[in-house]
């Protein structure tokens, strides 16, 4: 019903930045809240950074003043911008959001993810 396309990904080099960008499309009633995940290989998946409707932003200390999310309510997109990248970076980023198709149900999206590499 639903789907997110992930783009932006590629290689970087540390202290670089890139620019990941996601859109969602379907049978959208309403989005509640976005978010970037990211998973290296061997590692659990986690949260890189999170926005709600209403703009409330979130970010885990690993990159909180390096990341920025930002949505468009209109085009139902999401962006990360992510500057001073670091090896420790590495990893497949994932889109993620909340989406209502009724009034009366929500439910939880993925992307089907994006290549981050960040090596010299």
């Known amino acids: 019903q639903v789907q997110l396309v992930e783009s932006g990904g590629g290689l970087v080099q540390p202290g670089g930045s890139l620019r990941l960008s996601c859109a969602a499309s379907g049978n959208i009633f309403n989005i509640y809240t976005m978010g970037w995940y990211r998973q290296a290989p061997g590692k659990e998946r986690e949260l890189v950074a999170h926005?709600?409707?209403?703009?409330?932003?979130n970010y885990p200390d690993s990159v909180k003043s390096r990341f920025t999310i930002s949505r468009d309510n209109v085009k139902n997109t999401v962006d990360l911008q992510m500057n001073s990248l670091k090896p420790e970076d590495t990893a497949v980023y994932y889109c993620n959001a909340d989406v209502s198709t009724t009034p009366f149900l929500t439910s939880n999206y993925w992307g089907q993810g994006t290549q981050v590499t960040v090596s010299s």
């Open positions: 926005v709600t409707s209403e703009g409330k932003t």
